[in-house]
Nanobody, 127 residues
Framework: QVQLVESGGGLVQAGGSLRLSCAAS????????MGWFRQAPGKEREFVAT????????YHVNSVKGRFTISRDNAKSMVYLQMNSLKPEDTAVYYC????????????????????WGQGTQVTVSS
């Protein structure tokens, strides 16, 4: 099992930046592919970005491509989401998720594929 704790959310003006962090417990962090999802009020949870076990494969949803970057540090059991050029429509609770994977380079972009979730961190972008 793995436990996930997000941090780094907050209130920022449009055009600003935030870096979200997700700390994972356990000694087998590199057994898990990781993802970031978000949920805005009244909307369904949506995929944002995913990264493979190795960190060599990533995928970002079109709406954040060129603005957000997912990364991981397996030695520190951390995954990050660097968010630049933030827009009011990025306002949401952001969740970190993990799923065990046999494949070193596989990535996953659907919420049901993930086994473990953090509690979320609020990101609010003012216009």
């Amino acid at each position: 099992q793995v436990q996930l704790v997000e941090s780094g959310g907050g209130l920022v003006q449009a055009g600003g930046s935030l870096r979200l962090s997700c700390a994972a417990s356990g000694r087998t962090f590199n057994s898990y592919a990781m993802g970031w999802f978000r949920q805005a009020p009244g909307k369904e949870r949506e995929f944002v970005a995913t990264i493979s076990r190795s960190g060599g494969s990533t995928y970002h949803v079109n709406s954040v491509k060129g603005r957000f970057t997912i990364s991981r540090d397996n030695a520190k059991s951390m995954v990050y989401l660097q968010m630049n050029s933030l827009k009011p429509e990025d306002t949401a609770v952001y969740y970190c998720a993990a799923r065990s994977s046999t494949y070193w380079t596989a990535i996953y972009n659907r919420a049901p594929e993930y086994e473990y979730w953090g509690q979320g961190t609020q990101v609010t972008v003012s216009s």
